[in-house]
């Protein structure tokens, strides 16, 4: 791999986000508690835990999609949760998200998809826009797809095109929804590379959530795991730290295949 | 091995605190299968200290075998009796040992106790008021997405309007034209029977006219649109809502309402009015096809009849009737649409409550412009 991680991040980064004492709840019914994280400047974050345990609702609370019950999200200074609707708005358009399905617009071409943010949050000019997606497309190695539907490109391509699309407007902090699931290795390694690169060369933080355990030790720098018998975090950290010193048998357990830490069926949620 | 062959179970008292479970024969889900309880009347007869299985006699098994041996383990635990496997054949043991690796969840079956008919009719209430509630915030971000249209802040894309007039426009008239034709021949004849009795069939050129235009028209194109239109929306959004393309939108600081709902309602706003001139003047049609036909009227005086009793006020009443229908098409679509659950059947049942939603509403506000209609003296 030419890309090489950065072990080990100076203490004074400052923080991207910051989850404090967040509870997530349907109704009345509490899915995770006391969840207290941060995600530093330039950090691949990890989200991890078994299926079904929250992961991806963590990632909806992050974006706005869900508020949380109690706690707060703050990104930099500001705080989300609390935030009036412009604020958020504004916050908003410095993320880019790439959901699970992909969710591109289906009715529009990928140049359309990746150029509704442009002409919707920009001055340019249509044929500037349109120069602009292409470019965004080509950096995920789909040149010469800008006038393909959604419907009519593999499942591969789909996501790459929503990588795409969620980098139109440069952002800050970019979120991903198991970006490899359903992927063949080849193409999900493909993917770990762009993640990396997208971090190297623009500095973006990045938050993944997945449980695809060659991606989290190759791009991975921080992680939060989350455990569904407990309805809270266990650990947080380097991964790859974990992986080595964590003493918690359900965290061995998940980091090593079951290969450390024993009983299978006890520690699965 | 054959295939009537049916696994059997037979007991034997070994010595006496032994009870041997003698499996033989060929067990496939396919035959009948032998039933644990079996075992547990055996039990009931004899208290046997340890149980012992033995399938050595078996010709041929599947998860049958399995399914037995389960059950019948589960009733040896309940009356605490030692089980011994040693006579089973490896590969079975395995799978037994397997399915009893990881114990029953609990509280995992309690959630589908049945509520008692008190907790059901207080949840439903509950969930009315919700759905008021919710109804009401999309008519006020619906207000919202409207004023901002009209000044010229929304976001949507012009494609998405145009794209919305010609499905619920142009490709509507096929289906809109038939219907309305027949009302117009339905009316006809209606009115035939009765008229022709006094000498009157020239009225009938009245009784369509007037009915086509005053009220059958906009009704009969709002129901169809009801029903090709409406469904297409909740579908629609429904789907989109499933495949996370409206968090996109939401997640991108565009306002799916203003995005997606608003070029639907506008295009409804815009086509309704037309489709239903359009289906008075072929429901007319339809009147003047059977005058001339049935009645032998002559078609110049049947049009000057029908052209003598209409008014500007009948055309308007009729158009403003489907304008408003296409509002309430448009937000009852919409509505479902946004509400949808997170699978293709929830899809499925927002078109379906979409169609509902909209024909009622139709009809109660036809019912409500009558009353008006009425008091105003129109």
């Known amino acids: ?269 | 091995m054959r295939q009537d062959e049916q696994g059997e179970v037979s007991f034997e008292q070994a010595s006496d605190a032994t009870l041997v479970v003698r499996l033989s024969g060929s067990w496939c889900l396919r035959n009948d299968m032998p039933a644990a309880a079996l075992l547990a009347e055996q039990l009931k007869a004899v208290t046997p200290k340890r149980v012992l299985f033995d399938s050595s006699p078996i010709t041929n098994w599947d998860s049958s075998l399995i399914a037995f041996l389960t059950q019948s383990s589960e009733i040896c635990r309940a009356h605490g009796i030692k089980q011994d496997r040693g006579g089973l054949q490896d590969g079975l043991r395995h799978l037994v040992e397997l399915a009893e690796a990881v114990p029953e969840k609990t509280g995992a079956r309690s959630a589908s106790v049945r509520p008692s008919f008190l907790t059901r009719v207080g949840n439903a209430t509950i969930g009315y008021g919700h759905a008021v509630g919710e109804f009401l915030s999309f008519l006020g971000e619906l207000s919202v997405a409207l004023a901002r249209f009209l000044r010229g802040k929304a976001r949507y894309r012009r494609v998405d309007l145009l794209e919305a007039i010609q499905q619920c426009g142009a490709e509507a008239v096929g289906i809109v034209s038939l219907i309305a034709f027949l009302i117009g021949v339905i009316l006809a004849f209606m009115g035939a029977v009765q008229l022709s009795q006094f000498g009157a069939s020239i009225y009938v050129a009245d009784l369509v006219g007037i009915g086509m235009v005053r009220d059958m028209g906009a009704m009969m194109t709002a129901i169809i649109m009801s029903g090709r239109t409406g469904a297409a929306f909740a579908a629609k959004l429904g789907t989109m809502k499933v495949t996370q393309e409206t968090d996109a939108l939401t997640t991108m600081g565009i306002s799916p309402l203003e995005f997606l709902v608003l070029p639907r309602v506008l295009a409804l706003i815009i086509m309704m009015p037309l489709l239903c001139l359009f289906a008075d003047l072929i429901g007319i049609f339809g009147g003047l096809f059977v005058g001339v036909s049935m009645l032998g009227l002559a078609p110049g005086s049947y049009m000057r009849e029908t052209i003598s009793t209409l008014t500007l006020t009948n055309l308007f009443g009729g158009l403003l009737k489907a304008t408003t229908y296409g509002v309430l098409i448009a937000i009852a679509g919409c509505l479902r649409g946004f509400q949808c659950g997170n699978s293709s059947s929830a899809v499925g049942d927002a078109a379906t409550q979409a169609v509902v939603m909209s024909i009622v509403m139709v009809v109660v506000a036809c019912g409500l412009f009558a009353v008006v209609f009425n008091i105003l003296g129109i």
């Open chain 1, 1 to 269: 791999m030419a890309i090489s991680v950065p072990q080990s991040q100076p203490s004074n980064v400052k923080a991207a986000i910051t989850v404090r004492n967040m509870t997530m709840a349907y109704g009345s019914f509490i899915l995770m508690r006391n969840l207290n994280f941060v995600v530093r400047r330039g950090d691949i974050f990890i989200i991890m835990g078994g299926s079904g345990c929250g992961k991806s609702t963590v990632l909806r609370h992050l974006i706005g999609l869900k508020e949380p019950a109690t706690g707060e999200i703050i990104y930099g200074d500001i705080n989300f949760t609390r935030a009036g609707p412009e604020v958020r708005e504004q916050l908003l358009r410095r993320f880019g998200i790439l959901y699970q399905s992909g969710a591109l617009w289906s009715s529009m071409t990928l140049a359309e998809n990746v150029g509704l943010p442009l002409g919707e949050f920009s001055n340019l000019k249509p044929a500037q826009i349109r120069e602009i997606a292409a470019l965004k497309l080509a950096l995920v190695g789909l040149k010469g797809f800008e006038d393909f539907y959604p419907n009519e490109i593999s499942g591969g391509m789909q996501k790459r095109a929503g990588i795409a699309r969620a980098m139109a407007l440069d952002p800050d902090i970019l979120f991903f929804d198991e970006p490899s699931a359903g992927l063949d290795p080849i193409s999900s390694r493909l993917l770990d590379n762009l993640i990396l690169e997208l971090r190297n060369s623009l500095g973006t933080t990045i938050v993944i959530v997945t449980h695809e355990l060659a991606s989290i030790f190759t791009i991975g720098n921080n992680c939060v795991f989350l455990d569904a018998e407990s309805r809270t975090q266990i650990a947080t950290g380097d991964p790859k730290e974990l992986r080595a010193h964590s003493q918690d048998p359900r965290i061995a357990t998940f980091l090593t295949r079951g290969e450390k830490g024993g009983d299978l069926t006890q520690s699965h949620g």
